[in-house]
């Protein structure tokens, strides 16, 4: 994707991120059944660049979490495959170039530290570009956080997140 291409295109998923977390919220407040009716009658920007959004892989292990960042990116026209652990996580990568990799710590099978550093080692082995990796977990101790960084990945995200910090997080990975 051309630069000035994806620059639109963050910019405008960027724009469209506090649309997005109040649909997102609306969706999940059960209790205020007009409120998601109201933000899903609000246009939601639709980012497109060269035929398509960005290409994100999700690995969490929680339907509940993937079905909320799925509405999330899918809103912003993100193309999203998602897996639920860190060897699935690992196989897809392999599989298909993506923008960014968006990876739980805690999954059965394989975790995401684990699924980090295969990832950071085959890029380094086969001298192919670092894919932007955004750990997004429940567990965010500094503990987790050095752990995270130490396996390669490029940020953390605490969960519970909200559509503007995701969006905004993923912006910053993909602009640096």
Partial sequence: M??????????????????????????????????????????????????????????????TNRKVIELILRASAAQVVSVENGAEAVDAWRCGRFDVILMDLRMPVMGGIEAIRRIRAEEDARALPRSPILVVSANSSPQDRHDSVGAGADGLLAKPIRAE????????????
């Avoid at 639109?8 to 999940?28: F, I, P």
């Avoid at 109201?38 to 939601?44: I, L, R």
């Avoid at 910090?165 to 640096?176: C, P, R, S, T, Y």
């Fill in 2 to 63: 051309a630069s000035s291409n994806r620059r639109g295109l963050l910019t405008e998923m960027l724009a469209s991120a506090g649309l997005l977390d109040r649909l997102v919220n609306g969706l999940l407040d059960f209790d205020e059944v007009d409120r998601p009716a109201q933000a899903a009658a609000s246009p939601t920007p639709q980012p497109e660049g060269d035929g398509g959004g960005v290409r994100v892989l999700l690995a969490d292990d929680n339907p």
């Fill in 165 to 176: 910090e995701l969006i905004g997080a993923i912006v910053g990975l993909l602009a640096a």
